[in-house]
């Protein structure tokens, strides 16, 4: 198959589920593309790995790497103005930037500085994470609307009913304090913090640090962050 037969087959893919009321299984975009199902297989595969792509219970559903391009593109990209290598220097730890995307919670930059391999992986191709496991989603999902944080909530309680009771539990200290934790609650060895710097709630500055060894210094960022902002 030529490169450019390849590239129209996977426009197509993304174009027909985006277009589509509710999310399409393999089958069904074969037969609407009347493309061989191995082949939409590979394609969805690849895009479900680099985010272009969710897979849910009902089918494939359009992720978040096309809106994390539309924002760095027209550089609406909340906390650009924020150098977070300097972040990480200052703090001597490894920082990022995330913004809640539809369901999804999204890296959009983050440090050079020394960085755990699997984040630096989801971070650099923008991949979607778990906004109740991570501590920049449960920042961004207390200042989201109601509708949006009331969906995310629902649609985790019958798999993770434990979860989201804790959540709701915390909520109100996450609002007061504008502040969220995950102390191994995405990866068991990485702590956390996520930081409103200033009243812009739409994007979340976030220090990583090795569970059970630098809480204190995750502790003491984040008190500075929230006090002094990010300069």
């Known amino acids: 198959m030529s490169l450019h037969r390849s590239v129209d087959r996977i426009v197509d893919v993304l174009d027909m589920v985006a277009r589509a009321d509710v999310p399409l299984t393999v089958s069904e975009l074969a037969r609407r593309l009347r493309i061989p199902r191995s082949s939409v297989h590979d394609i969805a595969l690849g895009l479900v790995s680099r985010g272009w792509l969710i897979r849910t219970e009902r089918g494939l559903s359009i992720g978040p790497a096309p809106l ?16 977070v290598d300097a972040i990480a220097e200052r703090f001597n730890t490894a920082s990022a930037i995330a913004v809640l995307l539809g369901r999804h919670v999204v890296y959009t930059a983050r440090s050079q500085r020394p960085f755990d391999e699997r984040l630096a992986v989801v971070a650099d191709q923008y991949l979607p994470r778990n906004p109740l496991t991570t501590a920049a989603g449960r920042l961004l999902l207390s200042a989201a ?3 949006v944080r009331a969906n995310v909530l629902r649609d985790a309680r019958p798999a993770h ?30 702590a956390a913090v ?11 500055l976030v220090l990583f640090g090795r569970r059970g060894i630098d809480t204190a210094l995750l502790k003491t960022a984040a008190h500075e962050l929230t006090s002094n902002g990010p300069s």
Do not use: C, K, M, N
């Open 68 to 83: 994390v391009l539309e924002l760095l593109a027209a550089r609406h990209v909340q906390w650009a103005r924020i150098d």
């Open 145 to 147: 609307p109601e509708d």
């Open 161 to 190: 009913p434990e979860l989201v009771d804790e959540y709701e539990r915390v909520l109100p200290t996450i609002r007061r304090r504008r502040t969220a934790w995950s102390d191994g609650l995405s990866q068991e060895p990485v």
């Open 194 to 204: 996520a930081v409103f710097p200033d009243r812009d709630d739409r994007g979340a």
